[in-house]
């Protein structure tokens, strides 16, 4: 065998944050109030925290979905805050957190993955996700497996 599988990854639980079935996804109807402002999904927070103008951060709030809110902050590369390579894990992991402390259903979805491995399968974003070659950081899937280590553990 010229390469054995990667078992973790064949058995992990995979999610799109896009899809706003699944209690994981990043886009999944359930708002959250976070440093005082209702958000309609985590993608919303973590994209309106992401760019400097004020009026494009509430224009990105104001959108109908989380694929709307990433779309209307994506090319606005130029315009991210000075430190958003830095901050972008604390938010998300804020919002993912608040999700998970105000939503009984999306604490019980987590706790169900048990010690899997979860995996964000976006083939275009190596950061959050996999990526196509399987190489990506999947940082959105570690954080949730964070969390969910936090709270079997009472923390």
């Known amino acids: 065998m010229l ?11 995979k999610f799109s944050r896009f899809d706003t079935d699944n209690p994981l996804s990043t886009c999944s109807e359930h708002p959250i109030l976070l440093e ?9 927070y973590v994209q309106a925290k ?4 004020k009026s494009l951060a509430e224009r990105i ?3 109908l979905t989380g694929r709307e809110a990433h779309d209307l ?5 130029r315009w991210k805050v000075a430190n958003w390579k830095k901050i972008r894990l ?13 939503y009984d259903e999306v604490r019980e979805a987590l706790l169900a993955t048990e010690d899997s491995h979860i995996i964000e399968t976006s083939q275009y974003d190596y950061y959050w996700g996999i990526g196509r070659d399987l190489r990506g950081e999947n940082q959105l899937g ?6 969910r280590l936090k709270i079997n553990h009472g923390f």
């Open 3 to 13: 390469f054995p599988p990667d078992l973790d990854l064949e058995n992990a639980i």
């Open 36 to 44: 005082g402002e209702n958000w309609l999904t985590c993608e919303h």
């Open 50 to 53: 992401s760019v400097r103008s």
């Open 61 to 63: 709030n104001k959108t």
């Open 73 to 77: 902050a994506k090319p606005w590369y």
């Open 90 to 102: 604390v938010l998300m992991t804020r919002a993912l957190y608040t999700k998970v402390q105000m």
């Open 142 to 147: 570690k954080i949730w497996m964070d969390i």
